[in-house]
Each structure stands twice: as structure tokens, then as C-alpha cells.
């Protein structure tokens, strides 16, 4: 399974790469699997229902079923070690938005639609493949990721 992160501050397109990318590897008929980092609590499910309300009541695990999805509310802190071994042999791609700090391959784009361009120097990060800016690189990131995503190699 190959793994690759796309980290950055806020608005910066990280979702609208990851959308391509999964789009490029479902035409390539891969099994693909995205874990989202998110930095507050809310915004799993829609506040006030059923499943929410599970989950609120402290359900150690919710599970929420529809004719065609499912959804897996687990009332724990998150590790993320454990989420890729879970996916071990299911996919063939693990793309991870955020967890800036995991030592995976990464994408880092710099640049915010909202905030300028970031900082991200201070960030330390480990394993960065591209520093890149959405405004001017997502062709270039897309074709590399083409690459990438065809070669047999694990990174």
C-alpha cells in the first residue's frame, strides 16, 4: 500500500487535490482509501441526530448504515498507526489529509486562498516530496502524482 499526505494551513486546496487525486486512481481502477485529520470535535455528523446522539451518549462505537455507505464513529482518541494497519491489503493507495507531523510522504502546499502565502518553515515537517502553491501547481502536481501512483515501488 502506498501512503502519501498533503498537509497545509487552511484553505490552502488540500481537499480539492485529494478529490483529483482519488478521481486519477478510481479511473485506474485502485482501491483508494483518504483519512481526514480534523482539529476540533465537531463536524462528524450533523448535530441533533440519531447518530450524533449515539455518540454523544458516549457509545464507545457508533455505526451509522445506509443503503449504500457506512460510517464508524469510534469514541477514542484516534491513532493513526493503527488506521493504516487496518487498511493494510485493502487499498492500494492511503492518501492522509493533515497530521502534519506523521513522517509519511508528503505534498505541502503553501499557499492560502484566504491568508496569503503561510509559513510553513517553522513547521519542521519530515519526508516532503513537494512544496507546492495551487495556483500555479496543480497540473504539475497531478502529473507527478500520476507517476507516482503507477510506480510499483512503496515510498
Known amino acids: 500500500m502506498k501512503i502519501l499526505q498533503v498537509v497545509g494551513f487552511k484553505n ?4 480539492t487535490l485529494l478529490e483529483n487525486m482519488v478521481r486519477l486512481l478510481k479511473a485506474k481502477r485502485m482501491k ?4 481526514k485529520h480534523h482539529h476540533l470535535d465537531d ?3 450533523a448535530e441533533g ?3 450524533s446522539r449515539f455518540a454523544g451518549s458516549g457509545a464507545d462505537v457508533t455505526i451509522l448504515n445506509t443503503p449504500s455507505r457506512s460510517m464508524c464513529i469510534k469514541n477514542r482518541t484516534p491513532d493513526l498507526g493503527s488506521q493504516i494497519d487496518q487498511l493494510e491489503g485493502a487499498v492500494d493507495v492511503l492518501l492522509i489529509e ?6 509519511h510522504p508528503k505534498i505541502v502546499l503553501t499557499y492560502s486562498f484566504t491568508d496569503g502565502h503561510t509559513n510553513v518553515g517553522d513547521m519542521e515537517f519530515v519526508n516532503v516530496l513537494i512544496y507546492a502553491d495551487m495556483r500555479y501547481d496543480e497540473s504539475k502536481i497531478i502529473e507527478w502524482f500520476d507517476e ?3 510506480d510499483d515501488e512503496t515510498v
Do not use: F, L, M
Not at 12 to 15: A, D, I, S, V
Not at 32 to 35: E, G, K, P, R, S
Not at 98 to 103: E, P, S, V
Open 148 to 150: 507516482w501512483s503507477s
Open 49 to 51: 441526530n440519531d447518530t
Open 98 to 103: 493533515g497530521c502534519k507531523h506523521a513522517a
Open 12 to 15: 490552502t486546496g488540500k481537499t
Open 32 to 35: 483508494v482509501a483518504v483519512i
Open 43 to 45: 463536524g462528524i455528523v
